[in-house]
């Protein structure tokens, strides 16, 4: 389904490739979804479609269990279907079909000033967003232990990079700087993730989803722990001296502390030493180069 958080301007440089095909349809709709496996004969599913943003969740809890819940049902149950027989029995030149599932650190819930989230760690989700993610994870979990399923579950940490939506935290600090608006941080900005570039992130995923363990799961991780106040401090020292204000000053003048998010998480950070060493994935960027890219990325489409 394209909510208003898709964008198909992002995909424009697939356009024209042969192996490029874009359906506009909801997840949660079993006859298309069996359709599309039909037509197109889908030998692998990387499942990214969910709705991610937390303030929504708080507002709309209930488009987020639709989504994220029943749609990954939907998604596994017809994968199955189309690819098996019977229990752990695949049919004939379906043997090598996979189903990733694409996850968050929230699952986990919140850490205090120490630790890490490895994949051993016990589920403990803290808002409708993560619940519902939690629960995907394990209704896929469920399919592989029920049924031989061939599945994989990565759960990344903080993404950010080119082409993110405008109400994400890194885009919503550059565009209210660069228009001179208030720039609004939760409570105290103390709030620390887990930054993982998105290119990071991508490679991460193609390399689990071609050379992961049948039934696993990998945390993908940047190990760039970074509070709210460090973001804002940064991304404003940056702006400062790539689109300077008339007067001189600082865009720091504009972050505006607003009454913090209800049930915020205080911090997240990943172990990755699971994919670093198993599948031999390293994130290429670190906060401070990544976030260089994605400022002059964002100055030129808000130019």
Request: hydrophobic share 30%; net charge negative; proline share 4%.
């Amino acid at each position: 389904m394209l909510t208003y958080a898709g964008n198909l301007a992002n995909l424009k440089e697939l356009e024209n490739h042969p192996t490029y095909k874009f359906i506009q349809g909801n997840i949660c709709n079993r006859e298309l979804v069996q359709h599309i496996f039909e037509t197109y004969d889908i030998r692998g599913v990387i499942h990214f479609a969910a709705e991610s943003h937390v303030d929504n969740s708080i507002a709309n809890p209930e488009a987020f269990i639709l989504t994220n819940s029943n749609g990954t049902f939907t998604l596994l149950d017809v994968a199955k279907r189309y690819w098996m027989l019977e229990p752990f029995t695949y049919k004939k030149g379906y043997e090598s079909c996979r189903f990733h599932h694409i996850s968050t650190d929230e699952v986990y819930g919140t850490l205090g000033e120490t630790g890490l989230f490895m994949e051993t760690t016990p589920y403990a989700p803290n808002s409708p967003y993560s619940a519902s993610k939690a629960a995907s994870d394990m209704i896929v979990r469920s399919y592989h232990h029920t049924y031989g399923l061939d599945v994989v579950t990565t759960n990344c940490s903080n993404n950010y990079g080119q082409k993110q939506h405008d109400e994400k935290l890194i885009p919503t600090i550059i565009r209210k700087a660069i228009r001179q608006q208030p720039i609004p941080i939760y409570g105290d900005g103390k709030n620390v993730r887990d930054w993982l570039y998105v290119l990071d992130h991508c490679k991460g995923i193609d390399l689990v989803y071609h050379t992961g363990k049948n039934g696993e799961t990998y945390n993908i991780g940047g190990r760039n722990e970074r509070n709210n106040l460090y973001i804002v401090d940064t991304i404003c020292t940056i702006l400062d001296t790539k689109k300077p204000l008339p007067n001189g000053q600082s865009y720091k003048q504009f972050i505006t502390f607003v009454k913090d998010r209800a049930g915020h998480d205080r911090r997240y950070a990943i172990d990755a030493t699971k994919i670093e060493t198993e599948l031999g994935w390293k994130a290429d960027e670190n906060f401070e180069t990544g976030i260089e890219k994605t400022i002059a990325w964002y100055l030129e489409k808000y130019q």
